[in-house]
């Protein structure tokens, strides 16, 4: 039911939207014609008045016309900025109704975020094509793409859990704030290196702003240069017109070096930081109850609620775009009359020494709110999922948990309990039984829970803990790593986190299968009582069914648990459901006859 509802509402948003953008493309249309037939009439009716009573009067009105005809443009470039934005959201219901059917290929998947040195992100999926990033990701910016990274990297304390729960509750039943948000991003194409270079630029001193002689070239200059015009065309040869650019000319030459630096710094972000202004307005324009959000939101309004972080960064999109100015042709003309890059140097310099301890902030903000607007989308598709509690208690338990990337038609859930001190869930099965999907399950609902966002289950209570896994590790060319040794590091790696007592929780999937049969056995034994030794806790899938004898000989540290398959005249039937006990299926002769290897029995 649920889904069925989704879907018709992100329809009839895709319609609405539609629609609303097909009348403004009209509308700009239409008046497109108008403003060229207004501004031709008024330069025929300035040139008559110039011909007929006055020049003075034709070129004055024309003057006036010109400043109520910048309203009118501006008035008409906004109703193609609303269409835009409409088409915009046209797009992303689109895409929304896609990620119903489980293709969200639209979305950035993250990959430069991998790090197959992290305790899990690698085997639980986090980045990559149709990776859970890709899943939730709503983000537009460089910055909201890296905060949200971030989210899914580092686990935080029990506090901050609960403040991104409520924040995340706050948002959810938001949508049209949510998707005004995400539409007003979209197109977005910056990098990370840009904000890094612009608070790069933000650290260093000042090259123009304090300096004396600088700020008396900008008065002076401008007077010398012009006076020197007027004398040539009046009174004096213009060949002196040259001598008069003379200052010009030694402070252009004198600060180049240092304004190309500041140029380079801040080169082609004016646009970005334009886009980054409307998503902080539309940000400031809301009001928050919930404590993370009101107090994100805090630090962007200006005083009584103007001058906010939003036009202070319009304000700096501005100053870039004007001192960028001097990449045109032109610019040689502003900068010998009026030592064009000097004055909007300083004015970019004024703005940094007045802002330049809050615009990290601001980035800051903007990025955090796009992370939570995307685990707010991921519970508006996804209302089943609950918040998990986060208790002191070394027990976790889930009820009906499942694979968040599964689509929900193809979802098999598990109720799932274990101590989370001392204690291992030793899981066995044939292959394609299930057991990878279930360690990946139990893992990304541990992540979730542990960054603050809901979990793909029914229940879910757990202590805080922090997931480390072993179940991809694969050859290290480049450091000449066999698969094998790659993995025994990894194992090293979670053994010594057991021993620091932090509460970690391992997934490790057919442990040391790069060695023969009793080698894996006996280290396999080895691995398990140390960790038990160490207190740690987790789950660890093998074929090698003998471990099940651990059992008995742990008082209670250890539990068997399997997945079966049943087969029925030579077909396989996987029903993905976790039991208690050894496995007692075996499949591999079959899949490979399936395949159309022969196998001969043994006399």
């Known amino acids: 039911m649920r889904q069925a509802a989704l879907e018709s509402e992100y329809q009839q948003r895709i319609t609405i939207f539609r629609e609303d953008a097909k009348h403004l493309r009209s509308k700009y249309n239409r008046f497109s014609f108008i403003r060229l037939v207004v501004f031709l009439a008024a330069l025929v009716l300035a040139m008559i008045l110039g011909a007929t009573i006055h020049i003075a009067l034709g070129i004055s009105a024309f003057l006036i016309f010109l400043a109520g005809f910048y309203h ?17 959201l046209s797009l992303l219901n689109e895409q929304e109704l896609a990620t ?37 990701n709503r983000t537009t910016t460089a910055i909201g793409q890296n905060t949200l990274a971030n989210y899914l990297c580092k686990e935080i304390e029990q506090p901050e859990i609960v403040a991104r729960q409520k924040a995340i509750q706050e948002l959810t039943p938001m949508l049209t704030w949510r998707q005004d948000l995400q539409g007003l991003g979209m197109g977005t194409e910056d990098e990370l290196r840009f904000s890094q270079a612009l608070q790069e630029w933000l650290s260093q001193e000042t ?13 002076w200059v401008p007077i010398v240069s012009i006076a020197g015009i007027l004398a040539a065309i009046f009174w004096l040869p213009w060949q002196i017109l040259f001598l008069t650019f003379l200052p010009a000319i030694y402070f252009l030459k004198k600060t180049r070096e240092d304004i190309d630096k500041v140029v380079h710094q801040t080169e ?18 809301q009001k928050f109850s919930s404590a993370k959000l009101s107090s994100l939101t805090a630090g962007l309004h200006g005083t009584n ?27 040689i003309i502003f900068n010998l009359i009026g030592l064009w890059d000097l004055v909007w140097t300083r004015k970019l310099e004024q703005w940094k020494v007045e802002q330049q301890n809050k615009l990290g902030s601001w980035f800051e903000t903007m990025g955090e709110i796009e992370s939570l607007s995307s685990f707010a989308n991921l519970h508006y598709n996804n209302s089943e999922w609950i918040f998990p509690t986060i208790h002191n208690r070394p027990q976790l338990t889930g009820v009906a948990l499942g694979h968040p990337l599964l689509h929900h038609s193809k979802r098999v859930t598990n109720d799932f309990s274990c101590p989370t001190n001392g204690h291992i869930k030793l899981v066995t099965g044939s292959n394609m039984a299930g057991k990878s999907t279930f360690l990946r399950t139990v893992g990304m609902n541990i992540v979730l829970a542990s960054i603050g966002s809901p979990v793909c289950a029914k229940e879910f209570r757990l202590p805080i803990l922090r997931v480390y896994s072993s179940m991809r590790t694969q050859d290290a060319l480049h450091e000449s790593t066999s698969s ?17 007592g932090e509460n970690i929780f391992f997934l490790l999937d057919e442990i040391l299968k790069g060695t023969n049969s009793k080698d894996r056995h006996t280290g396999s034994k080895a691995l398990i009582k140390q960790l038990i030794n160490n207190k740690g806790a ?21 539990e068997n648990l399997c997945m079966e398959v049943r087969v029925e005249n030579g077909e396989l039937f996987f029903d993905y459901t976790l039991d208690k006990g050894v496995s007692q299926s075996f499949n591999a002769t079959i899949l490979m006859r399936n395949m159309g290897i022969k196998i001969e029995e043994e006399a």
């Open 268 to 285: 082609s972000i004016d646009k970005i930081l334009f886009i980054y202004s409307r998503l902080l307005q539309h940000i400031e324009e």
């Open 72 to 88: 009118f443009v501006q008035w008409h470039q906004a109703i193609q900025a609303r269409q835009l934005h409409q088409e915009n």
């Open 305 to 331: 609620g103007k001058d906010g972080a939003a036009a202070k960064i319009k304000r700096l999109s501005y100053l870039i775009g004007q001192l960028n100015v001097r990449n045109n042709v032109f610019a």
């Open 538 to 558: 987790g789950i660890i899938a093998t074929h090698d069914l003998e471990l099940g004898i651990l059992e008995s000989q742990y008082g209670g540290a250890i």
């Open 207 to 219: 090259v123009i702003l304090g300096k004396s002689k600088y700020t008396l070239a900008i008065i």
């Open 100 to 136: 119903l059917a489980h293709d969200y290929a639209a979305y950035a998947n993250g990959k430069e975020f991998e790090d197959p040195q992290h305790p899990y992100t690698v085997d639980m999926d986090i980045f990559g094509p149709y990776s859970f990033y890709q899943y939730i």
């Open 484 to 500: 094998f040794y790659a993995e025994l590091k990894r194992l090293k790696f979670i053994i010594e986190e057991s021993e620091k």
